[in-house]
């Protein structure tokens, strides 16, 4: 009986990447212990599984005060304004508005603004007081629910070099209780690691205050490699028996 592409591929097992899936889930622990935000960069080639790697690690680590934000696509520009990831965040862990309610008057009192007649100065007044209220009720929903979250980025490579990514690290350090995973291809030419575990892991200032810096964060370099022996032989093996192959091609 031939077997066609479709029962094929509905056959063949996705590789867990099992080691990597308990070093990301020791970092969500440690959230989870102390309630300090933490990150882990994720890199490796094209078709090393770095996408299917975060996707599978809700089910690794099922947990019900850990909220799992479906991965950002970095690439994609709707999500290169602030305001609009923010708002997502909100909608997600949020959707009753119990939490971000103040944050969501906050956005809609924004059109308004820029109908009435304001300088530029009021509307990025209001801009980096809207920034200052998602931060408070993000605090308010750790603080109240207990839960930690945790957000993924994908494609951080596409943002290297960019003004984007240096905000993006900004708006990371000041978010409490969150597991941030930050994943990316190995680029030979142009490194988005260095720079964005350096912006990460530098203390953050208050400048309204004297206070001291906050403490930094701990980031976490995951390199995905080649597949494993083990890993390749599993996935292989359905593929092989549906396939006909003899041991020594499947080797």
């Not at 300090?36 to 994720?42: C, D, Y």
């Not at 479906?70 to 009753?96: C, F, M, R, T």
């Not at 839960?147 to 905000?167: K, P, W």
């Not at 810096?213 to 032989?233: I, K, N, Q, Y």
Request: with cysteine.
């Amino acid at each position: 009986m031939m077997t066609g592409p479709n029962d094929l591929k509905s056959a063949i097992p996705e590789i867990p990447r099992t080691q990597e899936q308990h070093r990301v889930i020791a970092e969500l622990a440690e959230v989870r212990k102390d309630g300090r935000s933490r990150a882990v960069l994720l890199h490796g080639g094209g078709g090393t599984g770095k996408t299917s790697l975060v996707r599978q690690l809700p089910k690794a680590y099922q947990d019900t005060e850990v909220r799992w934000l479906e991965p950002i696509d970095v690439d994609d520009s709707q999500h290169w304004l602030l305001s609009n990831l923010e708002l997502y965040v909100a909608s997600k862990l949020d959707p009753g508005r119990q939490y971000f309610a103040r944050y969501h008057e906050f956005m809609s009192a924004l059109p308004r603004q820029r109908l009435a007649p304001a300088s530029r100065d009021m509307v990025l007044d209001h801009l980096n007081r809207i920034k200052a209220v998602f931060t408070e009720c993000y605090e308010a929903y750790i603080s109240g629910t207990g839960n930690s979250v945790v957000i993924t980025f994908d494609t951080v490579e596409a943002i290297r070099g960019m003004y984007l990514l240096r905000t993006l690290t900004r708006w990371i350090k000041e978010l409490p209780g969150t597991l941030f995973i930050l994943a990316g291809r190995s680029l030979p030419s142009a490194d988005w690691l260095g720079p964005v575990k350096a912006a990460l892991e530098e203390p953050s200032y208050d400048r309204a205050s004297s206070a001291e810096p906050s403490p930094r964060m701990t980031v976490t370099t995951l390199s995905l490699g080649e597949f494993d022996v083990a890993d390749c032989r599993a996935y292989l093996a359905p593929i092989s028996q549906q396939a006909g192959l003899t041991a020594e091609e499947t080797e």
